[in-house]
């Protein structure tokens, strides 16, 4: 195996096939200091929290793990409707000199079986002995991919399950509904599920068809396996109910303040809720969400004496909200116009990051920012959105959590408050657009996928922040793009909040809250841990310098590799 530095804190195992990553994921559970494992294709990644363990020591952890040589076992098979009406389907027909109806044909045959999920939630990476199905990924991903999109990209087949940004080779379509948190378990698709396509008919129904072996690895003995011979509705994948309904109030673990809540009057370009996210879930595709700008919410919920976590609302752009009784609320991150009309009408001045009352019908207006690019708004008391996942974060591209908030909606404010309030803001200067930022970076873990020249343009060269940014990722662009040193596929790998990723025009990504758990264009770099808060709040117009971290995951120095 090669262990290679993915960022401050995290490792990625190289391994030599499907296979052992599968048995040496499994036999790493446990492990102190492991804060959660993704597989991948032919890799591991894992997240350690470096104040248990250093990456030194955990790489000899994993090192000595011996891993159980047995193969995959069988689970539960699922059947597929699908409409082969993809946008790429006949370029991909023609990379592989055959036509479009022997490509359906080749992919209706195929035993296909989920080796592992990722990408985001109900995503599974299906894999066949069929060798046809190795074909590359689209130069440069799509910003919109619909939702219930069949798609294949080196050597899998996947199901897009909700409408989201992805390179995948798009061969049809489908009505399925990949995850759902009312369904046990919510994800259709989970490792050693075998799945059989057939072409969609009037229908349209995904059934639970065949029972696996009894014996060792049944589909009962693999942990989040779909139980066999299960029925699963149809209905369209992009509609509002396809498995991310919002549990009841009893599941919020916030007590109500019974009267106080915040109206939405306007909610600006996007106005979400969040704490500090649901880490742990990576490995069922869920990314850990959580606030771009987690300094933000700490200063907010510090001022109005809330816990650090405290779930509070993340803005982007002009919003208004109304106050419903009386309360205490703070405005930090970006920095922009606040004013505070009360009932009446009078005008009252609010001042950036100090706590302020509220009453009965205050009505609160942050205008466009100037600096920086999310307000963090706080209330005492914390937001009582329901928790999903042990979070009440918005999750925008796994579409778990409260749902984008819209003009007229009212959130409940909890009695989160542990302390009194801080009337003394901690200072920040924010980016505005068309500042120069530095940030800094930790090489690897596919630094060796590009040339010399690529490794110092990185550094070197000033890359413009693109209007095609949100939480997800954020677009660059420089004038020399970075180029390859390798040519050919990255099979998918686990990758972190702060990756750079490069796809096939050379011009980066960089990943944020809200990104992928698996990818497969070649991360160049990570951001380090100091510098993704500040990411958060890069406007588009803003130019962004990386800077190279000295310190490295793991030893030797001066290599980005261990091999044993």
Known sequence: MRILTASQ????????DLDEAVRLNAAWDGVPGVIERVPGARTVLVRFDPRQVTAERLAETLRATASDAR???PGAEVTIPVRYDGDDLDDVARALNISADQLVG?????????????????????????PLFDVPRRPSPR?????GSVALAGGFTGVYPRESPGGWQLIGRTDAVLWDLQRDPPALLAPGTRVRFVRASARDQVVGASEGPASEGSASEIPGAAPAGRRVAARHADASADGLVVPTASDAGVASAAGRAIEVVRPGLQLLVQDLGRPGYAAQGVSASGAADRTALRDANRAVGNPPGAAAFESVGAVALRFRGEGVAAVTGATGDLSMTDARGDDRVIAHGIPF???????????????GLRYTIAVRGGLAEPAVLGSRSSDTLGGVGPAPLTAGDVVAVGADAIDAVDVFPWERMLPAPGDLVDLDITLGPRDDWFTDEALRVLTA??????????????????DVSLERARAGELPSEGVVTGAIQVPSDGQPVLFLADHPVTGGYPIIAALTEASLDLAGQLPPGARVRFRMNAERATPPAGSAALTA
Do not use: N
């Open 106 to 130: 080749r992919h209706l045959a195929a035993g296909w079986q989920v080796a592992f999920t990722g990408f985001a939630p109900g995503f599974g990476y299906l894999v066949c002995d069929d």
């Open 9 to 16: 804190a995290a490792l990625l195992i190289e391994t030599t």
């Open 71 to 73: 193969d995959m076992p």
């Open 357 to 371: 009352a509220t009453r009965d019908g205050d009505e609160l207006v942050l205008g466009s920012p100037t600096r």
């Open 143 to 147: 910003t919109r991919v619909p939702a």
């Open 461 to 478: 060269q000033e890359w413009r922040v693109t209007s095609q940014s949100d939480r997800v990722g954020m677009r660059l662009q420089g």
